[in-house]
């Protein structure tokens, strides 16, 4: 596992990390995610490896919090995993080690969610009686009708890197990113907004009143040794 911070865009401390996949290659070196997760989807591999990701980001939240590190966790959970009919068993025993789930957070993408909206709606239901807290990843890159995201049990909506690269201009992203936020807020939801790389991003998020953040300009995803030296500098 690598890890990305997310940093609270009004203190701008760091206040949780997603836990993000990488393949260590014997030949290739550190391969991202994009390469090989769609063959683990193919494949049918994803379950496994899904349930891997979660059940060692869980050990790693507890063994944080037991050296008094308090960090919210983000994992993310396919389309796959979701649509297994023991998916909320699965996700509960990975969460045995953890102390307070709601410090869990499992992100869905759109995609996901909509492939079957029924079973979706049982899926996160089951979901949230554990404890857990639901993100929705990619937020309005999907085919969603707004008229649902009141009816998904979510807690954040994480906005797209495709409507933050335009940021920073009076353009058609930065009225979709302020109408996200603003939706999201009047929803009683938190905005988490994805793949920040300039300065003109980020103050135009801060402007729009996004309540966080993550992006190579605010920390790139980074091996746990890496990470931990972040955290003991106790810098942001």
């Given at each position: 596992?690598?890890?990305?911070?997310?940093?609270?865009?009004?203190?701008?401390?760091?206040?949780?990390?997603?836990?993000?996949?990488?393949?260590?290659?014997?030949?290739?070196?550190?391969?991202?995610?994009?390469?090989?997760?769609?063959?683990?989807?193919?494949?049918?591999?994803?379950?496994?490896?899904?349930?891997?990701?979660?059940?060692?980001?869980?050990?790693?939240?507890?063994?944080?919090?037991?050296?008094?590190?308090?960090?919210e966790m983000s994992v993310n959970v396919s389309a796959r995993q979701l649509n297994q009919s023991d998916a909320a068993d699965r996700i509960a025993a990975c969460l045995s080690?953890?102390?307070?789930?709601?410090?869990?957070?499992?992100?869905?993408?759109?995609?996901?969610?909509?492939?079957?909206?029924?079973?979706?709606?049982?899926?996160?239901?089951e979901l949230k009686e554990l404890g857990v807290r639901l993100v929705i990843d990619d937020f309005g890159t999907g085919y969603s009708s707004l008229s649902y995201l009141k009816?998904?049990?979510?807690?954040?909506?994480?906005?797209?890197?495709?409507?933050?690269?335009?940021?920073?201009?009076?353009?058609?992203?930065?009225?979709?990113?302020?109408?996200?936020?603003?939706?999201?807020?009047?929803?009683?939801?938190?905005?988490?907004?994805?793949?920040?790389?300039?300065?003109?991003?980020?103050?135009?998020?801060?402007?729009?009143?996004?309540?966080?953040?993550?992006?190579?300009?605010?920390?790139?995803?980074?091996?746990?040794?890496?990470?931990?030296?972040?955290?003991?500098?106790?810098?942001?």
């Amino acid at each position: 596992l690598y890890y990305q911070p997310i940093f609270a865009l009004d203190t701008r401390c760091l206040g949780g990390v997603e836990a993000l996949v990488r393949w260590l290659h014997p030949e290739h070196g550190v391969v991202a995610a994009a390469e090989f997760i769609d063959l683990a989807e193919d494949c049918g591999l994803i379950v496994p490896l899904g349930a891997w990701v979660l059940d060692q980001a869980c050990r790693q939240h507890r063994a944080w919090l037991d050296r008094g590190i308090k960090l919210e966790m983000s994992v993310n959970v396919s389309a796959r995993q979701l649509n297994q009919s023991d998916a909320a068993d699965r996700i509960a025993a990975c969460l045995s080690t953890v102390e307070d789930p709601s410090e869990i957070f499992l992100e869905l993408t759109e995609t996901a969610l909509m492939q079957d909206l029924s079973k979706s709606l049982v899926r996160l239901a089951e979901l949230k009686e554990l404890g857990v807290r639901l993100v929705i990843d990619d937020f309005g890159t999907g085919y969603s009708s707004l008229s649902y995201l009141k009816r998904f049990p979510i807690d954040i909506v994480k906005i797209d890197k495709s409507f933050v690269d335009g940021l920073g201009s009076d353009n058609p992203d930065t009225h979709i990113v302020s109408a996200i936020i603003s939706l999201a807020h009047a929803l009683g939801l938190r905005t988490v907004a994805e793949g920040v790389e300039t300065d003109a991003q980020l103050d135009a998020l801060v402007r729009l009143g996004c309540d966080e953040a993550q992006g190579y300009l605010l920390g790139k995803p980074m091996a746990l040794e890496d990470l931990e030296a972040v955290l003991a500098s106790g810098q942001p």
